[in-house]
């Protein structure tokens, strides 16, 4: 007995051992941070606009100028648990000590700077396929931003979620700086629209389905699912049965721009917020969306016929 309790302990120790080394967070390599040059804060508003910073860490409701205030306090509601946008302003509540470093870890590999991960409905499962450069350019914009001391309440979730250092296993299964589809002979505009739509855009974090760990089905991209919130569905953006085939590029793009449909409706939920961000962005930025949602691979709907 005493021979197996010591083969169990040993037994414990090897796989509590495995877990914290496969668990443990990485950072991007140095080579790749200092290749980028010193950040633009005018390509970098771009970038702000491109990523819908404004939708979750703007303070709940703010209309206008009061948008690029990101005192943080928007609650995303999940069957995990309830996460709250943080203060990411310039200022010692927010990230106004953050390195651009900093800011590409947390992006790119779910990293905060003391080492933590980040939980990932912060999407950075999406922003893993963004260039460096483009987080230089953001960081550069964000210090130009009205700082705020708003503290936003602590994320509410279930237990095992609780434990932050699980996470380390579900980005060694989902987070991937890999494209979300293969598009074979892509013209200019539709890889510039797979950059936007895959990268800052994060489209896929609300219109593809999720498994039961949370992780994205890339199989069936961009074919809606169930609102992530509990509340209603997000619609099917492939040319798919049920999805927008009938609707040209320049509708999509018209749609970005004005909130608008091609049958004279208006989009509305989350969707007008994105319309505020998208109505920022360059007019060849939204053709290139439209251009690359048209060339994804169509799929039927991803989620139940019941609403």
């Known amino acids: 007995m005493r021979k197996l309790a010591m083969l169990l302990i040993v037994l414990l120790l090897v796989a509590g051992g495995g877990f914290w080394l496969l668990s443990a967070p990485t950072r991007l390599e140095p080579q790749l941070l200092a290749a980028a040059q010193p950040g633009d804060a005018t390509r970098g508003e771009a970038v702000f606009w491109q990523g819908g910073c404004a939708s979750c860490h703007a303070a709940p409701g703010a209309s206008g100028d009061a948008r690029r205030v990101l005192a943080g306090g928007v609650q995303l509601v999940t069957d995990f648990g309830t996460f709250v946008a943080p203060n990411i302003s310039p200022s010692p509540q927010g990230i106004g000590g953050w390195s651009f470093e900093d800011l590409a870890n947390a992006m790119m590999k779910g990293v905060a ?53 699980g996470i380390g296993l579900w980005k060694r299964l989902y987070l991937s700086s890999q494209p979300a589809v293969t598009l074979a002979g892509a013209d200019e505009a539709v890889k510039r629209g797979q950059y936007l739509v895959e990268g800052p855009g ?11 760990f949370g992780g994205l089905d890339t199989s069936r991209w961009m074919a809606g699912a ?82």
């Open 113 to 165: 700077p003391d080492g933590r991960h980040f939980y990932p409905a912060f999407p950075y499962a999406s922003y893993a396929r963004m260039q460096v450069q483009d987080i230089a350019d953001l960081h550069a914009f964000l210090q130009t931003l009205p700082p705020s001391d708003h503290v936003a309440e602590p994320h509410r979730l279930k237990f095992p979620y609780t434990l932050r250092r």
């Open 202 to 212: 994060h489209c896929g974090e609300c219109h593809t389905p999720r498994d039961g």
């Open 226 to 307: 169930p609102s992530p919130e509990g509340k209603g569905v997000i619609p099917n953006i492939t040319g798919g049965e049920g999805g927008i085939d009938s609707w040209s590029a320049q509708d999509i793009a018209y749609a970005l721009e004005s909130g608008f449909t091609p049958d004279f409706d208006s989009l509305g939920g989350s969707m007008a917020d994105v319309v505020q961000n998208m109505s920022h962005v360059s007019a060849a930025d939204r053709e290139a969306i439209a251009a690359y949602l048209k060339a994804i691979p169509a799929h039927p709907n991803g989620y139940p016929a019941t609403r």
